[in-house]
């Protein structure tokens, strides 16, 4: 097999597996959020219509779960999942893909996280 046949099985592979991987959930924890991010200018956002600022080396994840530049979505309004750092700074965030948004049951606020009961298995929460 020649370089350039084994290079082109590569990357079908690699569009295969982004496309897979961007159908299911990816494994977020019990401190990760749900709520509705738009970029103004980085690092200033709004995250539930409130300002927020993104951390010095916050991470922003497409719903294939790459890295995006927080300019490719400015203006945009995203559903996201995000944890904070001990400073209330936004520091991971990923925008949902399908099969993360059809989990409608996701803690929007530290204090509903606090009160339901989360199943890292089948990444889902349960109200008590």
Not at 11 to 33: C, D, E, G, M, N
Not at 51 to 68: E, F, I, K, Q, Y
Request: proline letters at 7%.
């Amino acid at each position: 097999m020649n370089r350039c046949a084994i290079a082109a099985l590569f990357a079908a592979a690699a569009v295969s597996l982004s496309s897979a991987h961007a159908q299911t959930h990816r494994p977020f924890t019990p401190q990760t959020l749900r709520g509705e991010l738009v970029v103004q200018q980085s690092p200033d956002v709004t995250l539930n219509g409130k300002p927020a600022r993104l951390a010095p080396g916050a991470r922003l994840r497409s719903d294939t779960h790459m890295l995006l530049p927080p300019g490719s979505v400015a203006g945009q309004k995203l559903t996201v999942h995000y944890t904070q750092d001990i400073n209330g700074l936004l520091m991971d965030v990923w925008v949902l893909n399908a099969a993360e948004l059809a989990n409608k049951t996701w803690p929007r606020t530290a204090q509903e996280a606090a009160t339901w009961a989360f199943e890292p298995a089948t990444q889902t929460w349960l109200k008590r």
